[in-house]
């Protein structure tokens, strides 16, 4: 991940690690790179997470997640607190910076599954059940409508709640409860067919 260029800070400023984003975001407008590198630790991982599940291609992710926080310290000089949280307008940038490229693929992409905790104990079966249903939710997820992935992902994996989620999709929150109800029903209608294929009926 490339980082801003250095350049001088002003004398007398030090970077806080427990400085707000706001406040990090104004030191690096006034010359200071550690404010940068601070709030790439804190959102880098996440703003790549997001991307990775949208589209699927971690290096495509890595692409898009280096283009949003290029984007974030050239607005930088320019940033108003009020105006929106750090993060919220991260996951802004990254959703219509996937948006663009799934649209430019010509199809939907499937959901990078993170989530498969290793487990020595765990026999071979219930080892090929886990896959099958990590691949039957990613294809499943790829098949729903890109508002109603998107809304799903930022709740149910990234773990938003929907002010934050309406403010990154630049929607209402009835909408967003509107679209995550819809794409767990979605969700839910492709998968029944196969659910005792998946072994769901012997949970």
């Not at 280096?66 to 310290?73: D, G, V």
């Not at 799903?152 to 309406?166: C, F, K, Q, S, Y």
Request: charged share 30%; net charge negative.
């Amino acid at each position: 991940m490339d980082m801003p260029k250095d350049h001088a800070a002003p004398a007398g400023t030090e970077t806080q690690p427990e400085a707000p984003d706001a406040a990090l975001m104004a030191l690096y407008s006034n010359g200071d790179p550690g404010a940068a590198r601070l709030l790439t630790v804190r959102h880098l991982p996440r703003v790549l997470a997001f991307a990775t599940r949208m589209l699927g291609d971690r290096a495509e992710a890595e692409d898009v997640a280096q283009e949003a926080m290029m984007r974030l310290w050239r607005i930088a000089p320019e940033w108003k607190p009020e105006a929106a949280k750090v993060s919220t307008w991260l996951y802004r940038v990254t959703a219509n910076l996937c948006t663009d490229r799934l649209r430019r693929r010509g199809r939907a992409a499937g959901l990078d599954d993170t989530s498969e905790p290793a487990d020595g104990a765990a026999g071979v079966e219930a080892g090929l059940i886990a896959a099958d249903r990590a691949d039957a939710l990613r294809q499943a997820l790829a098949e729903l409508p890109e508002r109603q992935r998107q809304a799903v992902i930022l709740r149910h994996i990234e773990g938003l709640d929907n002010p934050a989620i309406a403010e990154a999709m630049d929607t209402g929150i009835e909408a967003v409860e509107s679209l995550i109800a819809r794409g767990k029903r979605g969700l839910m209608a492709r998968l029944a067919p196969r659910r005792s294929e998946l072994g769901y009926d012997d949970d």
